[in-house]
């Protein structure tokens, strides 16, 4: 059980923005990725998660086993704290919505409705989606945008639980998150050099 | 797959989800017919299978850029793609409970507005029979139109003429029931056809629109 990332390119809206990217994370280890706005690291995480295919290369783990955290939380507003939990640990066939609400602080919250949550709440509130998913790898994408610095502390200890239990985590952020044992991966030296010939195709996708 | 039919339909009953619109449409449509065609009995009553499921047809079409468009602004769609839900199964469900939301509601309150538009008295049992059996396409083709237009921002001008088309041979049979049925004719075939449909879209649309999703989340 490991992600092994061999020579891999991928490109967003037909252009290519990496390649020759390689890299592992093996359970109980962190990866911080890190390179300027539009370098690619959402990109490389949707590929990852599966969205979206790579131009060439290999990733050795399913996008079965990751769990996924976009931009956008995946809320449905008109539910309630708990609904939204209870709805994906049921997707996922598990339990442990208590204990999720609990890690990330938002238990005297469960029964208000998510429209009614600030921004750094909902936050919470997707990211704590992640505990009830039973996934071992999280792919991270900003996962600290609009948390405040008690709550980036609450998710760094949240993600170094997830380690010691085995899990690993693979991180788009530019704000440190106190996990000084992570491994950092600059994007910078893998974009891609060459718009690739796309093909007669592609203008259709 | 339960849990997320059960999060639609909690979704669809709470403020702002949409529920009552189709039927509150299909109210308007069938009090306002007889207001603008006059009060002539047979009048109505000879077009009434006609009005009855084009009024229907158009509810329909009424909720359905909303089928994925939501799940999509919110990010949900991303997250339902990459969990252990196969995308097929999403669109099937999410079908499902836009016909128990929007569909089913309709059918059952057409015989009351066929009284409205003198409905003759034999058509009543065929005219619920054929929505019930008809309109499960209805939802299954709208959910293949909704995922092809899922990345389009007000893309419900472009949802609905692709699926209007689609939609007209379900339309054809299904008023076709109700007419043979008001003149006392046998319904069978246009039944059995309508049927057919209904079975066609449900068996392969699914695995269309899935396919049409994973291209539009790239």
């Known amino acids: 059980m490991e992600l092994r990332v061999t020579d891999l390119a991928c490109a967003r809206g037909g252009l290519p923005l990496l390649e020759g990217l ?89 029964d208000r409705h998510a429209q009614n949550l600030s921004a750094g709440q909902k936050r919470r509130l997707g990211l704590a989606r992640l505990m009830v998913t039973g996934r071992w790898l999280w792919v991270l994408d900003e996962p600290t945008v609009s948390l405040d610095v008690a709550s980036v502390a609450l998710f760094g200890r949240v993600i170094r639980a997830h380690l010691a239990g085995g899990g690993a985590a693979l991180l788009a952020t530019h704000i440190d998150l106190g996990l000084d044992e992570a491994k950092i991966l600059d994007l910078g030296p893998f974009k891609a050099s060459m718009p690739a010939d796309l093909g007669f195709d592609e203008a259709f996708l | 797959m339960i849990a997320l039919l059960i999060r639609d339909l909690r979704l ?86 836009h016909w128990l939301t929007t569909c089913l509601p309709l059918a059952l309150v057409a015989p009351v507005l066929g009284i409205l538009l003198n409905l003759p008295g034999p058509a009543y049992a065929a005219l619920v029979l054929s929505l019930l059996l008809g309109t499960p396409a209805l939802s299954m ?45 046998d319904i069978s075939t246009p039944l059995l056809l309508l049927s057919g449909i209904t079975a066609g879209s449900v068996a392969l649309l699914p695995f269309a629109a899935a396919f049409a999703l994973r291209i539009n989340l790239r």
């Open chain 1, 22 to 110: 390689s890299f592992a994370v093996n359970p109980g280890e962190a990866l911080v990725l890190r390179g300027p706005n539009g370098s690619g690291k959402t990109t490389l995480l949707r590929t990852l998660a599966g969205l979206q295919p790579p131009l060439t290369g290999e990733i050795s783990c399913p996008p079965e086993q990751m769990a996924y955290a976009a931009h956008a939380d995946g809320l449905k507003t008109t539910l309630t704290v708990t609904e939204n939990l209870q709805f994906w640990a049921a997707i996922h066939g598990q339990s442990g919505v208590p204990e999720a609400m609990a890690a990330m602080n938002l238990s005297d919250l469960s």
């Open chain 2, 12 to 97: 669809a009953f709470r403020a702002g989800g949409g529920f009552g619109l189709g039927l509150g449409f299909f109210l308007i449509l069938a009090v306002l017919v007889p207001l603008g065609v006059g009060p002539d009995p047979t009048t109505l009553g000879i077009i009434a299978p006609g009005i009855l499921w084009v009024g229907a047809l158009l509810a329909c079409l009424l909720s359905l850029d909303r089928l994925f468009a939501l799940d999509f602004e919110d990010g949900s769609l991303d997250l339902l793609a990459t969990s252990p839900i196969p995308l097929e199964g999403v669109v099937a469900v999410k079908a499902l409970a």
């Open chain 2, 141 to 185: 083709i709208g959910a293949f139109g909704a995922a092809l237009t899922v990345g389009l921002k007000r893309g419900g001008l472009l949802l609905s003429l692709l699926v209007l088309p689609l939609y007209v041979p379900t339309l054809v049979f299904g008023a076709q029931t109700v007419t043979r049925a008001a003149q006392g004719l």
